[in-house]
């Protein structure tokens, strides 16, 4: 058949829709005169305008643009709408600032371009096909149509390709309702499939405890494999095969070892990742979402705890670019089966053949107020836990101090610590900063196991620009290239005294960091320590106006607080000569210090190590049960809120020690949370700024001179020995156990 033959064929179906208008089956051209073609240099002197009916647009997801340089902004045009954006971007950014949502499926805005999917096609003037918007950087005077017929048939054809091996998986699936793929067929699918060979199908992976998968829902996107080698540092994951055959797997069968595995859910837009413990719980749609922050480390990572009833379902990440942008580790994650295992439901008083026996508040109060009353001011203790909220410490405070006693303070802080500049105990450079950082010198501190996410923003660095990190402390693994200087203070005095290589290093640098673990606080010699520190900082002026490089990283969401209260141990002997302790959710201490003799009082919301000697429980509320405030490593206070009701008949925290007061005869002044965080604000008036990060004013130069002897011999010690068990909820979660016994192993 001829080429004229052919046309002619293609050309009968659309002349014959032309009807009355075009009896002779011939295609009518329209010629329309316009007065800027007779005069085309006027035309070029009037920029063309946007139609004056069209309404304004916002950008997708309150997206803003940063201008480095504003001489570098460049203008395009999207289906008609100028857009003025920075040089550099996609034309996919530019259609997002422009208020106008690309469908897309491998592109991610924190890892790299991959351009595989090719669902996010637009028409681009004189561009012959649809390009992939996610690959092209946009040019100046660009004209980009997201919403003709090319860029609409594009689409369907490429959304039939992708679900032409798709399983029907719907109504079995744990991703339906939330689904990238449902949403995106349905807007910019096809209503019909040509496809009727046998669909290919996919060996499921073991990739441990966490991450449940059905291979063959893949869609090969590669967002998994990208997230696992750019943000987690584990190159676990990468595709095999071609064609039909490709597949993404671990090439030999491994676990995925990282310890943000639980983030490929997130990002995977179908159900080929989803969550294993929340397999076939719930639908996204029976859950109600409560914003709070995590606590089982310092980070205070954003957090939605989403429940159902009495019950928290999942914990899913809450965006905030400043501490854990969209990512959070896998034991905030999973460790919320915790929450419903071992609790403590109802006040508890220890009769005298050694069992417990369930009382009211009223008769468990009376006894702690009774044996309170009977012993000396100065055997009076209490401990807050690694979990306790910034209310709760300043009412236990405020309760034994009017009971005659200053000894109160927090679990992970040693004897005498100094409180008395916030420089000397926070992350100054704040974590987002870090990325600023071009030498990392960590002292003591292994970040993967004790702060995930400030292990995360670490690793971003070094990827991106390259940065050298010195570490000083026991063999561990990292993520990152790294060079281990030593184990014992001993190196770090060499580097303080310049005679180690990596002193030139550190000099050198233009914007140093160094980070001391929290566990240098457990030690004795902590203050000739930090005065090493301090010593290296100066001559690396890594404390200077615009940059302040000296950070402490905190162990526990309660430190910082404690500190901002003065919760601070002053004797050392001061467990053993106690008659009356009182445990606030503190479980880690050693309980062999404790006098038999000793009367001890519980009050916390797990049976964990400390119920087993104590003489009466009082049972507390969960941080997924009330409102309390927390302090976070780099200064920012925030708070928890409750998204379930508490178990049993347990109180929130300072409403026990409240109650307790009066029932001893010393009653605190406030009986609302109002006005105990009025009373926070006399102490630490950082306190009470809400999702504000409060930098320390004042230099840690300012502290006075030391005299102690460091021990050069001691090493530095491992802080967390087992990440995924670190406090009363964690060690009480299920997940948890699997993954200690399945991801620790040796």
């Known amino acids: 058949m001829g080429l004229g033959a052919l046309a002619s064929k293609v050309v009968r179906p659309t002349s014959r829709m032309l009807g009355s208008q075009n009896p002779g089956n011939l295609l009518l051209r329209t010629i329309v005169t316009k007065p800027e073609l007779r005069k085309p240099e006027a035309a070029q002197a009037q920029p063309e305008q946007p139609p004056p009916d069209l309404p304004l647009r916002t950008p997708v997801a309150g997206a803003r643009i940063h201008f480095p340089n504003p001489d570098d902004a460049i203008e395009v045009f999207v289906d008609g709408y100028p857009v003025k954006i920075p040089k550099g971007m996609t034309v996919l950014q530019a259609c997002v600032v422009a208020g106008v949502d690309i469908p897309r499926f491998c592109y991610h805005s924190r890892l790299s371009i991959a351009g595989n999917c090719r669902m996010c096609l637009v028409e681009v003037e004189k561009s012959p096909k649809p390009v992939a918007s996610c690959a092209m950087p946009a040019l100046p005077g660009m004209k980009i149509k997201t919403d003709t017929p090319m860029a609409k048939k594009a689409r369907e054809g490429v959304m039939e390709f992708l679900l032409m091996n798709h399983p029907l998986d719907c109504p079995i699936c744990d991703q339906g309702g939330e689904c990238d793929l449902q949403d995106q067929s349905m807007a910019f699918g096809s209503d019909r499939g040509r496809f009727s060979e046998m669909k290919r199908s996919v060996v499921d992976k073991n990739l441990g405890p966490l991450v449940k998968t059905v291979m063959t829902r893949c869609i090969q996107c590669t967002r998994c494999v990208r997230f696992a080698t750019e943000v987690a540092g584990v190159e676990d994951l990468g595709m095999l095969g071609r064609g039909s055959g490709e597949e993404i797997g671990t090439y030999v069968e491994k676990l995925m070892t990282s310890e943000l595995s639980g983030n490929v859910i997130d990002i995977c837009p179908v159900g080929a990742l989803t969550a294993k413990p929340f397999a076939f719980k719930a639908r996204n749609w029976e859950l109600i979402g409560t914003e709070s922050i995590d606590v089982t480390d310092a980070v205070g990572s954003n957090i939605k705890i989403e429940s159902r009833g009495p019950e928290v ?38 009769g005298p053949d050694g069992h417990f026996k369930a009382v009211n508040w009223r008769d468990a109060l009376a006894v702690v107020a009774e044996i309170a009353h009977q012993v000396k001011a100065e055997e009076i203790v209490g401990i807050a836990g690694k979990l306790s909220d910034a209310e709760s410490m ?48 960590l002292v003591g501190t292994q970040p993967r196991v004790e702060a995930a996410m400030v292990n995360a923003r670490i690793h971003k660095t070094v990827r991106a620009s390259q940065a050298k990190v010195g570490y000083i402390g026991p063999t561990t693994d990292f993520n990152y290239d790294h060079q281990h200087l030593g184990t014992d203070p001993q190196t770090l005095v060499e580097i303080a005294e310049g005679r180690h290589p990596f002193s030139a290093i550190i000099s050198n640098a233009k914007n140093p960091a160094i980070i001391v673990g929290a ?70 201490i050693n309980l062999d210090k404790i006098p038999n003799d000793a009367f001890v009082v519980y009050q916390g919301h797990h049976g964990d190590r400390s119920v087993y000697r104590a003489n009466v429980i009082l049972p ?53 949370i109002g006005a105990i965080r009025s009373r926070t604000r006399t102490v630490a008036p950082n306190l009470v700024h809400m999702d504000e990060r409060e930098p320390a004013i004042f230099p840690a130069s300012l502290k006075p001179e030391v005299s102690g002897k460091m021990d050069l011999k001691t090493p530095f010690g491992t802080a967390v020995e087992n990440f995924y068990m670190t406090d009363s909820i964690t060690r009480a979660s299920k997940t948890m156990a699997q993954c200690s016994a399945m991801l620790l192993k040796k």
């Open 313 to 350: 379902m999942r914990i899913l990440p809450r965006l905030n670019e400043d501490i854990n942008e969209e990512w959070i580790s896998d034991k905030t994650r999973f460790c919320y089966d915790g929450l419903k295992r071992q609790r403590l439901n109802d006040p508890m008083v220890r």
């Open 394 to 441: 300043m009412a236990l405070k405020d309760f034994l101090n009017r009971m005659g006693s200053n000894n109160v303070w927090c679990e992970g802080i040693g004897v005498n610590t100094n409180a008395d500049l916030r420089s000397g105990y926070l992350m100054n450079t704040s974590i987002a900063g870090l990325e600023k950082a071009d030498i990392f010198l």
């Open 519 to 588: 566990g240098v606080f457990e030690r004795n010699d902590k203050d000739a320590i930090f005065a090493a520190v301090d010593t290296i900082a100066e001559k690396a002026k890594a404390v200077r106006p615009g940059w302040n490089g000296l950070n402490v990283l905190l162990l526990h969401a309660v430190q910082a607080a404690a500190l901002d209260l003065g919760l601070v141990p002053r004797s050392e002997n001061s467990i053993e000569s106690a008659k009356f302790v009182y445990l606030m959710g503190a479980d880690d």
């Open 620 to 672: 507390a509320a969960a941080f997924s049960e009330k409102e309390g405030t927390y302090e976070n490593t780099e200064g920012c206070t925030q708070q928890t809120l409750p998204a379930v009701p508490t178990v049993g008949d347990a109180r929130d925290d300072w409403k026990i020690i409240r109650a307790l007061s009066e029932v001893a005869g010393v009653r605190l002044p406030y009986d609302t």
